[in-house]
């Protein structure tokens, strides 16, 4: 039988486990489905880490800890508890949650992140302290905190709100990735290429769009994970099939190809991010040099298709660097961590990728 310590920790930990499991994009994929270098400016991704998504999800799993606060509140008060602490640290919650509602930006929320990870640790420890002092029986505690958060009208709301921004925005993304996609067809197109095939893989990719929103309409997270992997997995074919079609080794050419790996590097790390985060590691560096490699990638982009590769040369420099320190980031995470061995092969498997680009991204 587990002691009554721990009974109470498992009992309030609910509240601490749902925004530190939170993770930065939409979903978490497997992140080694995608072998190094098939990532590409012309693939699908699996997931965006779209703001307005990640903000409705914050808000909602906030609202959640907000609610289960309330409740344990009561609880404790109910058998004459102390709820001073608790009640100021339901306050620093509620403007938390103010804050993560009228946010403008991805770092707003990931300080409110690190706030409520803060919070909801202190409100634990108290919550243990005060049920130990009155001798509250953690099972009752439990059932009232999940009867309250199951029948809460505002949480329904939230939640609602949170799938509907989901839906409207991945399926959103996934139309402009076609337009994309037919852009360049038309380009090939005009300049005299055979582009039937690409054409054909291209409209398997739009079919199944019909999979994905139903799998979002039905709230059915494992529907969504599997149509993004068939999506993925079938524009990786396509991005192949583009690829063929202009083998000239020019040197923009080559400037563009590697930009494309950079692109697909940044998107298979952001997957590991996510899985590291759902296993509940402490990744906020590997974030943060994914968020600022994509940044400098991107600006690289935009110089290459204005043609100035000299001006893309800066923003490239300091991709390499970015690049070498998530690589090494990983290394340490491998050596630190007692990974689960899928997960270890995926946080290898990236790093091995990081080193690759990085050497090619040296040699512009």
Wanted: charged fraction near 20%; proline fraction near 2%.
């Amino acid at each position: 039988m587990p002691s009554t310590k721990s009974r109470l920790q498992f009992v309030c930990c609910w509240l601490l486990l749902a925004v530190i499991s939170l993770p930065s994009a939409v979903s978490a994929v497997s992140p080694h489905i995608a072998d190094a270098g098939t990532g590409s400016s012309d693939t699908f991704p699996l997931m965006e880490n779209a703001f307005a998504v990640r903000q409705a999800h914050l808000a909602y799993l906030a609202g959640k800890e907000e609610v289960g606060m309330q409740d344990t509140i009561r609880y404790i008060a109910s058998r004459n508890g102390s709820t001073v602490t608790l009640s100021t640290l339901m306050v620093r919650t509620d403007i938390s949650v103010l804050a993560i509602r009228s946010a403008g930006s991805d770092s707003v929320l990931d300080s409110e992140l690190e706030n409520l990870r803060d919070i909801s640790s202190k409100f634990r420890r108290e919550t243990d302290r005060q049920m130990t002092a009155i001798h509250g029986n953690p099972d009752e505690l439990r059932a009232t905190v999940l009867s309250a958060v199951e029948s809460s009208s505002e949480l329904q709301l939230l939640q609602d709100n949170y799938w509907r921004v989901r839906e409207q925005t991945e399926l959103a993304d996934f139309d402009l990735r076609v337009t994309q996609a037919q852009e360049t067809l038309a380009t090939l197109w005009e300049n005299g290429h055979e582009i039937t095939s690409a054409q054909e893989k291209l409209t398997e990719i739009v079919t199944m769009r019909t999979e994905l929103a139903t799998a979002l309409r039905t709230r059915n997270n494992a529907g969504i994970e599997q149509a993004h992997k068939k999506i993925h997995a079938t524009s990786i074919e396509y991005a192949r099939m583009i690829r063929s079609l202009t083998t000239s080794a020019s040197a923009d050419i080559q400037f563009e190809q590697t930009i494309d790996q950079g692109i697909g590097v940044m998107t298979r790390s952001g997957m590991v991010n996510a899985n590291l985060n759902h296993s509940g590691l402490d990744i906020t560096r590997a974030e943060e040099l994914v968020t600022q490699g994509k940044t400098q990638i991107l600006a690289a982009q935009n110089f290459s298709r204005a043609r100035d590769l000299d001006g893309a040369k800066a923003p490239l420099s300091e991709f390499c660097i970015t690049l070498k320190d998530l690589r090494d980031t990983y290394r340490r995470i491998l050596v630190n961590e007692d990974l689960p061995q899928a997960t270890a092969q995926g946080v290898l498997s990236v790093a091995q990728s990081l080193d690759i680009t990085a050497a090619r991204v040296g040699t512009l």
